[in-house]
């Protein structure tokens, strides 16, 4: 089953947007990359918190990574994989998240 979450244009490239999860999960986010965009659990994977100290901002200044605003820690846009901070070597949890015609879709 999938679920709409919003149009691809409603996402600055470059930054994120955070959405409700599952009924019983954490949230999730979708980062914008260009024509492509990325879904991972709103959970960091060193201490649990969400990645958003404000909301939606989910990038580094310079939008070259996602990071944790709890301790800085940040991950590659396109894996998730973390390239710097306490949770070194750990990865975001990947969402399904696709574009179809200007549309992102989980699932
Ligand atoms: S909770 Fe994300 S870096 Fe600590």
Known sequence: MSRLLCRLEDIPDGEGRGFEGDADG????????????????????????PLDWVENQFMSLDKSHILCAT???????????????????????PVPVSVRDGDVVLG
């Open 26 to 49: 954490d949230g999730i986010f979708v980062v914008r990359h260009g024509d492509r965009a990325y879904g991972y659990v709103n959970s960091c994977p060193h201490a649990a918190s």
């Open 71 to 93: 301790h800085g820690a940040e991950f590659r846009i396109e894996d998730g994989f973390c390239v710097l901070g306490p949770c070194s070597g750990q990865s975001l949890v």
